[in-house]
């Protein structure tokens, strides 16, 4: 039974509450998720952080180098930057998709990343665009690879006493484009079948230079399959190069059998993902100087 | 332990009320504040009957816990219509008969209206997909969306 709400407006003060109250606490970004799992009993903190109030949690800020984002950043807002969209388009399509408009109007990528689930939509797309973790605690802020985040389904590196701060992404290169895709059984308001994030970068002369590609909830977290970004180096993006990412894309995942799909679908499906991303973010990054 | 004192903005106007933590925005406005506009239909996020703006965005009052409204502002269905004149997506969801119980209907008007200040002139299918997270069990949606495209129509003249 929740006991208390506390609405730390700085970082220190933060860190101090979660330190003081250890596994009894639980930060609340936009909720769409914890609120859930308090009232299904999943999850039962005794105490509620509002992380909302502190600045560096809510603030966008983005320059030469690339964009931070507050962890409690919300969906709809971040639709709302049209710099941050034009530069990421996976990962603001990704964003777009989790949910209803009302779900964006609270969820955050943050919370989306902390949350764990296998499923989640934006990590296959922070994996891809090769985002940073910065987290803070008592001794100190550290970075981790988006990557490195999740260790297992609802589980990552995040100790008892440590919150995600911000994540940043670096500005892509030139001609460099990501993309997502998703499947459901509905057409919106459903959660994963399978995910795939894909970078691209091309080169002058329109072969690709660089591809990244990343594979959610077929997994115990999300991943990248190296197979099936080098299956696109150095070559055109055309229906062959394409089949050669979709099949490694299919042998890399490794779903189980659930309520949403079975293991021969989400694998059949996962290539499928993996060669239309591919074909979008070819076509973004040509579209760019 | 003591109630938390929440003074807050409801539809341009202070107001206060005392919750506890784990109270949500829905059970404070409906059973503190006395606002029952938002329905609970799912308490979950799942289906939009309680739908509010808080602090300028469309979302559930499920998912908001009633101590975040400090200092914030809140927008309920009863702070849509002006003093003797309803706002379009009322009048036409009333002209295009878009209810039957009517429970869905404050979380339709509430997240029509929000869509079409951010889309104007939107197409049918982003008309569904602005109002997806907004379940309606009776109408099957046709006379709603109707409703909505027509209300579009109404405020671009």
Redesign the interface.
Known sequence: MQKSFEAPRSLADAVATLAKHGAAARVLAGGTDLLVQMRSGARKPAVVVDVKRIPELTAISLDAMGATIGAAVCGDELAQHAELTALWPGLFEAAALIGSKQVQGRASIGGNLCNSSPAADTTPVLIVDEARCILAGPSGRREIAAEQFNTGPGRNVLAQDELLVALFLPRPAARTADAYLRLIPRTEMDIAVVGAGVRLTLAADGTCSAARVALGAVGPTAFIVPEAGAALVGKKIDDASLAAAAAAASAAARPIDDKRGTIAYRKHVAGVLTRRAARIAADRAAARA | ?PK?HIETTINGEAAEFLC???T?LLDALRNNVGLTGVKEGC????C?AC?VM?DG????A????A??A?GRAVETVEGVAKPGRLHPVQQKLLEHAGLQCGVCTPGIVV?AK??LEKNPDPSEREVR??L???LCRCTGYDKIVRAVMDAAATLRA
Not at chain 2, 43 to 46: L, N, P, S, V
Not at chain 2, 57 to 60: D, G, H, I, P, V
């Open positions: 332990m938390l506890e933590p784990h949500t308490a979950t996020g799942d939009g739908s808080f965005r469309l979302t559930c499920c998912l908001v816990l101590a975040e400090e997240a929000a869509l997909f602005g997806a997270g907004n």
